[in-house]
């Protein structure tokens, strides 16, 4: 049943209703249930991996103190080409086992589509090799170039994350010939 506080973000009335929120809007018990939800949905999840899905907009499923499927857009710096490009970094697509195989993780990336196409230069993302599929049919592509790294000891390389990293361009033109080097963070880098 879809809740009528919800604005329609989605044209599948047999999913349940989302709502974009900020982080700050969640409210204690909003996080908490979030948190839960991501425990379940990942088989290793930490608290860095929740670190890296505040502070931006979360896409929600159902109830914001039950969700059954999450997906948040924070703001990173890619730099590309000697530009710190704005960055809609796609971080912690989950859905509940239990409502899985229907659409819904379709449904929470196209909601994310939208956002980081309007409000960002360039999306990425870390894929695991089991949702790319997902991702793309979504118009996300793995990035083929190399991949690096702002760390507190300068620019590395990080050839680990190659093949898991996709991107949605919207517009900036991405060049594979040049690296795409993103910002400094805590626990994985892409
Ligand atoms: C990845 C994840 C979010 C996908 O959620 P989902 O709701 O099952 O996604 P969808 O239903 O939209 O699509 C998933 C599959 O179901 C299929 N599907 C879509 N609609 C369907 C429907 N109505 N009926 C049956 N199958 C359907 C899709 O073809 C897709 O198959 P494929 O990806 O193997 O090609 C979910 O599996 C999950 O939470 N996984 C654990 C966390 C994780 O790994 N997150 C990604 C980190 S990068």
């Known amino acids: 049943m879809r809740d009528p506080g919800v604005p329609e973000l989605s044209d599948r009335p047999d999913l349940p209703g989302m709502r974009v929120l900020p982080t700050a809007d969640l409210g204690p018990d909003g996080l908490t249930a979030l948190r ?3 425990d379940t949905a990942f088989d290793v999840y930490d608290d860095t991996s929740f670190d890296h899905a505040l502070g931006g907009v979360h ?3 159902g109830p914001v103190t039950a969700p059954v499927g999450h997906a948040a ?3 990173r710096r890619v730099l590309h080409r000697g530009t710190a490009l704005r960055c809609g970094y796609v971080e912690s697509v989950a859905v509940c086992p239990s409502h899985r195989g229907r659409g819904l993780g379709g449904a929470l990336m196209s909601v994310i589509g939208r956002l980081v196409r309007g409000g960002y230069e360039v999306g990425a993302l870390g894929a695991d090799e089991r949702a790319a599929s997902l991702y793309r049919r979504h118009g996300w ?3 083929r170039g190399p991949l690096r790294a702002l760390t507190p000891d300068g620019v590395v390389d990080t050839p680990k994350e190659s093949g898991a990293v996709h991107v949605l ?14 910002d400094w963070r805590d626990g ?3």
């Open 73 to 75: 857009v924070v703001l």
């Open 188 to 190: 994985e880098l892409w």
């Open 141 to 143: 592509c793995p990035w």
């Open 36 to 38: 839960a939800l991501l």
């Open 59 to 61: 896409v929600l499923a």
């Open 169 to 182: 361009d919207a517009g900036m033109r991405l060049d594979a010939r040049h690296a795409l080097t993103c």
